[in-house]
């Protein structure tokens, strides 16, 4: 079975710092990999994925995420924090099931922006 | 992006009442659909998937009788809340795949309070 750690509950940055949030997967093959980003009592909106070719892998918002398959890892980046990225994050593994996938995500991380 | 709604978005209920959670998918059909359960500070569970035509399908330990599903249309899900109680209290939020296998779109979720 997938399975997906965050091992990090909060996240305090200062606004402009960078930024890198954790994330490692358990999964027997190659695995779709997803990063969600949820902003208080709303859903859940797709930052950006990964399915195969370039590891290094751009999305919304300037972010950023590298699949190490080595490591088992799908670390999310941004060189400038902004206080807009306060948020909650989180990882996602998904394989593909009957033509549409479903994602196991991890129990999240809690991005805190300093002015 | 494809659009995927959710009514209400909040809904607080007497114990013992019964409350129906609409899934919408607003341009795009939808043979599946996904129910999640969000606790506080907490990752997204997948409760079940909804399936057109079809008996919905439960992860284990969710009971069947006790969460409702019902698909009735290409582009709508619902959920029904029986009897609830104010362990039922959460946050409820659909999904459905687009088009492409590697999508997945959410609705904005469901606050439920149960006094």
């Known amino acids: 079975a997938q399975s997906v750690t965050q091992p990090d509950i909060h996240i305090t940055v200062s606004e402009g710092a960078s930024l890198e949030l954790r994330c490692n997967y358990s999964y027997g093959a190659t695995p779709y990999l997803f990063w969600y980003v949820q902003s208080p009592g709303q859903g859940l909106q797709l930052l950006l994925k990964?399915?195969?070719?370039?590891?290094l892998v751009q999305g919304i918002k300037g972010f950023e995420a590298e699949f190490k398959r080595s490591q088992s890892s799908f670390n999310l980046r941004k060189p400038s924090v902004h206080w807009s990225d306060a948020a909650e994050y989180f990882c996602a593994v998904g394989a593909a099931t009957g033509g549409s996938y479903i994602p196991t995500f991890g129990r999240g991380t809690s991005l805190i922006v300093h002015p | 992006g494809a659009v995927v709604s959710q009514h209400p978005s909040w809904v607080i209920c007497k114990s013992g009442t019964s409350v129906k959670i609409e899934c919408r998918s607003l341009?795009?059909?939808?043979?599946?659909m996904f129910w999640y359960r969000q606790f506080p500070k907490q990752s997204l569970m997948l409760m079940a998937t909804?399936?057109?035509?079809?008996?919905?399908?439960?992860e284990q330990g969710v009971e069947k009788d006790k969460f409702l599903i019902n698909h009735a249309s290409l582009t709508l899900s619902t959920l029904t809340v029986t009897s609830a109680h104010p362990e039922d209290s959460s946050f409820y939020i659909c999904?459905?795949?687009?088009?492409?296998?590697?999508?997945?779109?959410f609705g904005p979720g469901t606050r439920l309070t149960v006094l």
């Open positions: 990964y399915f195969s070719g370039d590891t």
């Open positions: 999904s459905a795949p687009g088009r492409f296998d590697n999508e997945q779109f």
């Open positions: 341009d795009f059909q939808a043979t599946t």
């Open positions: 909804s399936n057109e035509g079809s008996k919905a399908t439960y």
